[in-house]
């Protein structure tokens, strides 16, 4: 590293102004650009400023003005495409918007995002937008939105929290794929989740804490009912939480005698692997398989076939999020809103009759 | 939003010493967790601070004690999956040491880039692990290595700055894909990168702000020299910022009379668009067009024929980096390092003998 230059994260106000030879109070006032100076003093400020290497130490301005300019995020997995392109919604309307946002990303573990929310209020941001990963644990979310610092909740929320809420028609989204596949002649419908349970387990939707995901189960399970179709809790797989896991939990089901004739993928990286899956057993997609993944990812329009996907308004979710916040930051009051956006059905070729 | 808790921003350790009845002297150090206290006194304080609902103020003791605790993060795209699993990565290592990351976006945009690290540095980060948008400009680089807090480019960085910085072997990656080519005959050979000039036009590597992607085109140019091949400038595309860009670029590019043989993809999002287009002009992957990507995305292996790629070590870089600067927390005063982590190619189906 270069050695050469005075290291100055010590560099202080008083050190600027002795070397300005001016006195403190009107170093501050040039370095804070406040009151009123000659530019010959102004001048020499700088330059001492520039020559020591001041870092304007913004954590001090914000604790007086109470505003820092920044917004911050907290995502479930930054790996997912999803969250990544909703990132870039929140972005371009906080560039906009003259805020910079800043991102950490909890790896689904609600004791990582509760350490990240107090990091980032104790940072001083102005603002919260959060994809909580429990909803049933959200205590630390009820404190943050009474930090007096708005806070949106993306993509998964709860009827129980009065917060600000922006999420996708994700339940519509499961009974529409649902309703198709029964008409198709499928009975053997199973659904792939991240989300998992203490015993891996998954009895009832009130299993699962993810709100969005539990929304689209719920519609799974309804309509399946409703078609008379019995006991379709025993097709519910959870605990899909990396490609390693959902490559054996989707090995154990495709392998099986009574495999499913067609899959719900929650999201599009569970997508990936029950595709991978199925070339390696040898089963076709879609005589032998219908799959249809949450989340128009990049690759599902590539495939061989490519894959029937749910697009969800994922830059849409971040950009609406980021609104609400900004709205809130700039005085709104009213009571906390629910958007819901709609989702769609993209049809491709991965969806066929079951087979005989 | 919930109305009724009092918003409490401003809970002060003065409010807090008030409820409990001690002095703010006493509550400071309840609630600051130094000194000693009586068990009553600090039940009484920490009480009084839950009714208030106070929020500690770690700027204030971060000025202190100058430790944050947090790793600042700013790379060029995190919806690119280079980025975000190069994140992984660092979020790991932080993780296991005990930090706390922090990312912001640059959008590959050198001014947002230069703000960024200036506000992470006021949020006083402890370090600062950067991938560079731009290398020619600089400046703000060895200023942020010089504030005394350490500094670690990721992926980029360039032999004039003597910083440290954890790069993959790219330059022999594209040496080696582009030997192969030329052994199977390829003599219109194109390399597409979303590095860009001011008027979109490629002469030499010194074009090309980007470390990683000059090293690949210098390796590119200089094996194609060797080979005899000339004016291969000219087959160099930059400009590929985003899916459309490269759609069009692609576009123009294969319907030319004098299209490629042979494209080199310079990321998996060119890669894919590349890709896109030739399905859409009916050309056939090998036997019309050879594709090697770099970076070996999820959608590489699904697609037929499944595509060759350059694995970076991405997961590797990431962690390497954060790992330096871990060391350089820990007081580790060496000159900087430059770690180089070797690519390897991963031959699928995508690499043919150039056409007659």
Chains 1, 2 share one sequence.
């Not at 520039?50 to 907290?74: C, F, H, K, W």
């Not at 649902?178 to 419908?189: E, Q, V």
């Not at 659904?191 to 539990?214: E, K, M, Q, W």
Request: hydrophobic fraction near 40%; charge should be neutral.
């Amino acid at each position: 590293m270069d050695q050469s230059p005075p290291r100055s994260s010590s560099v202080t106000v008083a050190d600027v102004a002795r070397k300005a030879g001016v006195s403190k109070a009107t170093a501050a006032r040039v370095l804070g650009g406040y009151g009123t100076v000659s530019d010959h003093v102004r001048d020499a400020v700088t330059a001492a400023a520039r020559s020591l290497n001041y870092q304007p130490n913004e954590l001090a301005r914000s604790m007086t003005t109470g505003r820092s300019g920044t917004i911050g995020v907290v995502v479930g997995d930054i790996e997912n495409p999803f969250f990544s392109l909703a990132m870039r919604g929140i972005t371009d309307v906080a560039r906009q918007t003259g805020f910079t946002v800043i991102l950490i990303n909890s790896g689904e573990d609600a004791d990582a995002e509760k350490s990240a929310i107090r990091t980032l209020l104790a940072k001083r941001v102005d603002g919260l937008i959060v994809s909580p990963a429990k909803e049933s644990d959200a205590d630390h979310l009820r404190e943050a939105a009474r930090s007096g610092r708005p806070l949106v909740l993306l993509d998964r929320g709860s009827e129980t929290l009065d917060i600000d809420t922006v999420i996708a028609d994700d339940r519509h989204a499961a009974e529409n794929i649902t309703r198709r596949f029964i008409a198709l002649g499928h009975r053997r419908i199973a659904y792939l989740t991240a989300c998992d349970t203490p015993d891996h387990r998954f009895r009832a939707p009130t299993d699962i804490n993810t709100g969005s995901v539990r929304r689209r189960i719920e519609g799974f399970l309804d309509v399946c009912q409703k078609a008379g179709l019995e006991r379709m809790e025993d097709w519910v797989h959870v605990g899909a939480v990396t490609p390693e896991h959902t490559y054996r939990i989707a090995t154990v089901m495709l392998k099986s005698s009574r495999r499913p004739t067609a899959v719900i993928a929650s999201d599009s990286v569970i997508g990936l692997e029950v595709f991978k899956v199925c070339r390696e057993l040898g089963l076709t997609i879609p005589t032998d398989l219908s799959l249809v993944s949450f989340h128009d990812a990049d690759w599902t329009s590539v495939t061989t076939p490519p894959v029937t996907v749910v697009r969800q308004p994922v830059y849409g979710l971040g950009e609406a999020a980021a609104k609400l916040l900004v709205e809130r930051l700039n005085g709104n009051s009213a009571e906390a809103t629910r958007v819901v956006l709609k989702t769609e059905i993209v049809e491709r070729a991965s969806v066929a009759t079951a087979p005989a």
